[in-house]
């Protein structure tokens, strides 16, 4: 947590770190001179008296001089005008010091969403791959509500503490040299108290933030997937999925708060044994006449500040660990570096002409990949070329690589092997800018955001007119639902789209790569939903734009990509075949197998 505030928090808010520094400065100074005026006010003004010897000082006797020249309520209401005064600082001090305070700790957990946010914006798929969903969410909410909670407790309490304890020992000790000794017994005790809290606690907290790693995970599949928990009558299992991750982080938690718990009450024990003793030996001492009345209750007073600061550091301590672990897993979000980065300048600016002027081509030359930790690779040895004004379909079994590729052309995923070139030039010498405003990728879950129709479709192009709303809309054979809607393009879509059909979405979500208009059409298997008529129609419509472009297309039904112009075959992520539907019908056992399971015996023989 040390290097996440060194490096988020000091240099950006030096000068509110320094704004609390001096009010806190403020509000220690006053307090520790509330006990001294206190002790005057009943040794002088009300006693008027002093001891002779040691214990009264040669001060204290020229202010009981002072005062004897003065009526005794005039010193009374002098002094109490100063206790008033430096409770006004205390206050002022405490108000401004908290004040800053929270305005700084705030300050450092929106700036960490917001960089944790961006940071994940930036990830490839393989960083996704390492975090899970649920993870980064806890990330980005829970662990920095921890560390701006902990902030706040170093910059409040934390600051004003040691000094406290220091200050207020010394004063202690001025008060009273025999009775500073039970400070000085009582203070080795609640250190060892402190520290076998912390050996004991300590481990707990980072299995505390993984327990809410789980059930936030768990919470969330039952949140997402409703439907489904419902439609096979499992709420009883998934709510039992709950209460187990649920059980487990209260359990976790409740060990952590039970240990926390039982120091407590020992710090209060020892506090109240010390305030006894000095009121036991100070009674003893007034007896003897070696001390003051008012000095024993300002002992009193050090003493209690001493041990009340060294209470809350403990808590500061206690707590610590557990803001040390948010802290440590906010730090290795913002540190992972994503795995696709942009090229350097000198690379853009020598690709640059060749990309403004090189036709429109998508091309893999002998691509392999694996996702990391198979032993097999998820595509091999994959090569194909695509031109402009053409369609390339890709078919295959489940699982055979189809949305890889995709995913290895919008650069979403690094190739292991092999090298994919868009316009003729690598991937990898693209900026992720300039490749990604060249593709309209669709993918194979439609995913639409809160808000209008319109709104969603201007993702693809935030300047576009209603008119080109429309005309996106119509070539995506999404204008005859969208006419029953009252509101038209301004009707209102559910978070996730949940309140329009599958097919409805997948019509939305090409026409939001439509209204793009790029020069690389990538449909991962974006027709499934779609009935055989409005499937024909969609393609259909979708000609006259491939003039300048190309489209690769991922499908299952052969009716989706019988008239591509070349259609790639994978089988367990190798291509075994390429060519068109009569060729590949002609001549390849597997597409053969695929195109018997799917065609009747009429449409084979007129293919």
Not at 216 to 241: C, S
Not at 274 to 280: D, E, K, N, P, R
Not at 579 to 604: C, D, F, P, R, W
Request: proline content about 2%; some cysteine.
């Amino acid at each position: 947590m040390g290097k996440l505030l060194k490096k988020y928090f000091l240099k950006p808010y030096w000068l509110m770190i320094i704004a609390i520094v001096v009010f806190t400065g403020v509000q220690v100074g006053a307090q520790l001179t509330l006990p001294n005026l206190m002790s005057d006010i009943i040794d002088i003004g009300i006693q008027r008296r002093g001891i002779p010897g040691s214990s009264t000082s040669l001060a204290t006797l020229a202010k009981i001089a002072a005062a004897s020249n003065a009526t005794q309520m005039n010193y009374l209401l002098s002094e109490g005008a100063k206790m008033l005064g430096v409770a006004v600082l205390i206050i002022i001090g405490a108000v401004f010091a908290g004040l800053f305070c929270s305005k700084a700790s705030a300050a450092l957990a929106r700036d960490l969403r917001e960089k944790i946010f961006a940071k994940v914006e930036k990830f490839s798929l393989k960083e996704f791959d390492k975090f899970s969903t649920a993870s980064l969410i806890i990330r980005s909410t829970n662990d920095v509500q921890q560390v701006q909670q902990m902030t706040f407790m170093l910059f409040r309490l934390g600051m004003m503490s040691p000094f406290m304890v220091v200050i207020a020992l010394i004063m202690a000790i001025q008060k009273g040299k025999q009775l500073s000794l039970i400070i000085l017994a009582i203070i080795p005790i609640l250190i060892i108290a402190i520290g076998l809290a912390m050996v004991f606690v300590m481990p707990l907290f980072r299995k505390v933030q993984e327990k809410t790693d789980r059930l936030n995970m768990v919470a969330r599949e039952g949140l997402t997937g409703v439907r489904v928990i419902r439609a096979f009558n499992r709420q009883g299992f998934q709510q039992g999925r709950f209460k187990v991750a649920n059980d487990d982080l209260t359990d976790t938690f409740m060990t952590v708060m039970g240990r926390i718990v039982i120091l407590l009450p020992v710090i209060q024990l020892v506090v109240m044994i010390a305030q006894i003793a000095a009121i036991w030996f100070g009674s003893h001492m007034i007896g003897a006449g070696t001390l003051q009345v008012g000095n024993m209750m300002a002992f009193i007073q050090y003493a209690m500040q001493v041990l009340m600061s060294l209470v809350m550091l403990a808590m500061i301590l206690i707590m610590y660990p557990r803001a040390a672990v948010s802290g440590e897993r906010i730090m290795e979000v913002l540190t992972t570096d994503s795995s696709i980065n942009d090229p350097d300048a000198a690379m853009i600016e020598k690709f640059e002409a060749e990309l403004a002027s090189a036709p429109v081509s998508l091309e893999f030359k002998d691509v392999s990949f694996n996702f990391g930790g198979g032993e097999e690779n998820a595509i091999d040895n994959i090569t194909f070329r695509a031109r402009a004004g053409t369609t390339t379909a890709i078919i295959g079994s489940t699982g055979s690589g189809k949305s890889t590729i995709l995913n290895l052309a919008d650069r979403l995923y690094d190739v292991t092997e092999g090298s994919v070139l868009v316009n003729d030039v690598d991937v990898k010498d693209h900026t992720q800018y300039d490749l990604h405003d060249r593709i309209g990728y669709i993918p194979q879950k439609a995913v639409l955001f809160s808000g209008t129709i319109a709104e969603n479709i201007r993702f693809g192009k935030p300047d576009a007119t209603d008119e080109d709303v429309m005309d996106a809309l119509s070539t995506a054979q999404a204008e005859d639902f969208i006419e029953e809607q009252e509101e038209g393009i301004e009707a209102y879509v559910a978070q996730g789209g949940t309140n329009f059909s599958g097919g409805q979405k997948q019509r939305l979500a090409i026409a939001r790569a439509l209204i793009k208009k790029p020069q690389i059409y990538l449909f991962d298997d974006s027709f499934s939903a779609l009935d055989l008529q409005t499937d024909a129609n969609l393609r259909a419509a979708l000609k006259p734009l491939l003039k300048n472009s190309l489209a690769v297309i991922v499908a299952q039904r052969i009716s989706t990509i019988m008239d591509a112009d070349q259609i790639i075959v994978l089988d367990e992520g190798k291509m075994v075949g390429l060519g068109t539907h009569k060729e590949l019908l002609s001549s390849n056992k597997v597409y053969q197998e695929i195109a018997k399971s799917q065609l009747s015996e009429e449409e084979l023989a007129n293919a």
